[in-house]
């Protein structure tokens, strides 16, 4: 199955932007606004200083891709790099396997993998945009200090 950049993105002008963020403001305070939303529900971000960055809300990891927007649009021409950032062919075998996104909602872990989770399509399921964000969010934020294989009991908001 191919996949293009499209399908393999959520259209942000039918997002609000507010409520995903609002549980990851702890990482994201030099953070401008949403350049991109994976169907895998990660986030690109354009950052104050007009990089690139690049928020896995798998492992609660933010990192610098792109020095500006026009260089990380020549790297979503890169297909190693899509791969990377955009799992295609996972999705399409969680499109194959019947996990059809609706207009609202991303695929999200579980188990969140910072915790334990893995990256099967059994420990992967369509879930609401804001509660992808909510979820993974308060759990990377409450764990983000804590060695590795520290057991945890993880209380949400």
């Known amino acids: 199955m191919t996949l293009t950049i499209d399908d393999l993105t959520k259209d942000i002008t039918k997002v609000d932007l507010d409520d995903i963020l609002s549980c990851w403001q702890?990482?994201?305070?030099?953070?401008k606004t949403v350049a991109l939303i994976s169907c895998m529900g990660d986030l690109f971000l354009i950052g104050k200083d007009y990089s690139i960055y690049w928020l896995a809300t798998d492992t609660?990891?933010?990192s610098k891709v792109a020095d500006s927007l026009e260089q990380f649009k020549q790297q979503l021409t890169d297909e190693n790099q899509v791969d990377i950032w955009f799992h295609p062919q996972l999705v399409g075998q969680l499109i194959i396997a019947g996990k059809i996104l609706k207009e609202n909602e991303v695929y999200s872990y579980k188990i969140q993998p910072?915790?334990?989770g893995d990256y099967s399509i059994d420990n992967i399921e369509r879930t609401d945009i804001s509660v992808h964000f909510a979820f993974s969010g308060q759990i990377c934020e409450q764990i983000k200090d804590l060695p590795d294989?520290?057991?945890v009991n993880?209380?949400?908001k």
């Open 114 to 116: 910072v915790i334990g």
């Open 60 to 62: 609660g990891s933010l």
């Open 154 to 156: 993880i209380k949400f």
């Open 149 to 151: 294989r520290t057991k």
């Open 26 to 31: 702890w990482l994201l305070v030099d953070m």
